[in-house]
């Protein structure tokens, strides 16, 4: 069956530091997108891509930076993570025929 | 601009009771689709349903309902007979033609339901 994953689904690291969440799907969907979840916040988006080589920011992009070598992948880079990027992060894809965004099971970072 | 309102933080009912979840939504556009998403305790958030602006039909899945009311712009959900694995926090979302179909989310509402 086709899917969306995301890795790792829980990390630990600390200021400074550089990380990379991946996400990948199987549906060969060309639409990607990246949300945080927060108390009080839901759902806010930091990036997106419509397909290989286009990516777009969100209304939480700074800290953020993605790339879209391939139809299956959009990873999220944190440049220098700071203890505001706590937070659990969210992959989806669209199926453009039904304009629906399906989810990957979320990663859930601590920033020490 | 969309904007998605849910006014319900926190609903508590006793299992067997029917609830509402409801759902505001702001669009100047004509076209745009309605969503509802569950999170249950366990994080994933699962796809419930789409409605898109041109059908106000209400739909029926089992003991869960919507009620799509364009004069109101609400897109309400209602639990028939809750169960305690209905416990979760329910998201609705707004896509629209003019905002490239990128969803707004409300802030959801946890529901939880007591045995």
């Known amino acids: 069956d086709a899917e969306i994953t995301q890795s790792p689904r829980h990390k630990i690291t600390e200021t400074g530091r550089q990380v990379t969440l991946a996400c990948h799907q199987t549906?060969?969907?060309?639409?990607m997108f990246w949300y945080r979840q927060d108390l009080g916040h839901g759902l806010r988006l930091i990036h997106y891509s419509y397909g290989v080589q286009d990516t777009n920011k969100g209304e939480v992009s700074d800290g953020y930076s993605v790339s879209r070598s391939n139809t299956e992948d959009l990873p999220l880079t944190l440049e220098s993570a700071a203890s505001s990027q706590t937070s659990v992060y969210f992959c989806?894809?669209?199926?453009?025929?039904?304009?629906?965004?399906?989810f990957g099971p979320g990663t859930r970072l601590t920033v020490l | 601009a969309q904007k998605v309102t849910q006014a319900q933080t926190e609903i508590s009912v006793v299992e067997k009771e029917d609830v509402t979840l409801d759902c505001v939504y702001e669009t100047r556009d004509t076209t745009y689709y309605l969503f509802w998403y569950k999170q249950p305790p366990s994080g994933e958030l699962v796809f419930l349903i789409r409605?898109?602006?041109?059908?106000?039909q209400n739909e029926i899945s089992g003991r869960y309902s919507w009620n799509f009311q364009k004069s109101t712009s609400s897109f309400n959900f209602t639990i028939t007979a809750s169960q305690v694995v209905d416990s979760a926090v329910y998201f609705c979302?707004?896509?629209?033609?003019?905002?490239?179909?990128?969803?707004?989310f409300g802030r959801g509402t946890s529901l939880i339901v007591h045995p």
């Open positions: 989806a894809s669209r199926d453009r025929l039904t304009d629906t965004q399906y």
């Open positions: 409605r898109n602006s041109f059908d106000e």
């Open positions: 549906w060969n969907h060309n639409n």
């Open positions: 979302a707004l896509s629209e033609a003019g905002g490239s179909y990128i969803p707004t």
